[in-house]
């Protein structure tokens, strides 16, 4: 048996300390190795627990951001789950180990192939990723039991919540007057209703043609 990295450790720790107590996320995120997913630069700050700069000018998030997501989702082994905003390819690495399939969109090519790369050589396999506007959901793939934004919405985002099933629950960061908020929807008879966590700060969703990069 490998010996767990001490730093591992201590970022599980704090997590623990910031509220996260669900025991199979917190499993989902000691076994992702997160300097897998920063740039080379950054390996050595990997595991503090602090979003840290990506390529194309995005942000891999905070773990303990990611955690409290990802707990907040309560996700099951059958889960159907969308991602809207690959980045990294982490929060859908977190995500893979706790649910059946995801789906992940990303508007930056280069983002995507990459995330996918690293999931591959993790052995993930029940990812699937694609290059393109998130802001209209993944319509082809729709419902989906859980849905998770990693990008601000401008507001309550209706078309994505729409392919949303019953019971369903979505996370997302949405803008508000001078804040941004995580916000937990849930949908029952058709009715969305929501919950506010917490203030958060993610990059923006922007709408329309992925760019070329
Ligand atoms: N989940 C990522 C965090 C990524 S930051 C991780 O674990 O690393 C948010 C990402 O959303 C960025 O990569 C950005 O390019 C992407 N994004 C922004 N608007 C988008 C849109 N309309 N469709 C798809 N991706 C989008």
């Known amino acids: 048996m490998t010996m767990p990295d001490p730093r591992m450790i201590q970022l599980v720790m704090s997590l623990r300390g910031g509220g996260v107590t669900n025991k199979a996320v917190l499993g989902a995120i000691e076994r992702t190795p997160r300097d897998l997913f920063v740039p080379q630069r950054f390996g050595d700050q990997a595991f503090d627990d602090r979003p840290l700069p990506i390529d194309c000018g995005q942000t ?20 159907k789950v969308l991602e809207i905003g690959t980045g990294s390819g982490y929060q859908a690495a977190i995500l893979s180990r706790l ?10 090519r280069t983002l995507s192939r990459e995330a996918e790369e690293r999931l591959t050589a ?14 209209v959901g993944w319509p082809e793939q729709a419902p989906f039991d859980r849905i998770i934004l990693t ?14 099933k019953d019971g369903g629950i979505a996370i997302a960061p949405v803008d508000r007057p001078g804040r941004q908020v995580l916000v937990r929807y849930t949908r029952t008879d058709g009715d969305i209703h929501e919950q506010e966590l917490m203030d958060v700060r993610f990059v923006p969703m922007v709408k329309g043609e992925a760019k070329a990069l």
């Open 151 to 164: 990008a601000s919405a401008p507001q309550r985002p209706d078309a994505i919540l729409e392919q949303l």
């Open 99 to 108: 649910a059946r399939r995801v789906y992940s969109v990303e508007r930056y």
């Open 122 to 135: 993790l052995g993930l396999t029940n990812v699937v990723t694609r290059v393109g506007d998130g802001s």
């Open 60 to 79: 891999i998030s905070q773990p303990l951001i990611v955690a409290l997501m990802t707990q907040a989702l309560d996700l099951g082994d059958r889960d």
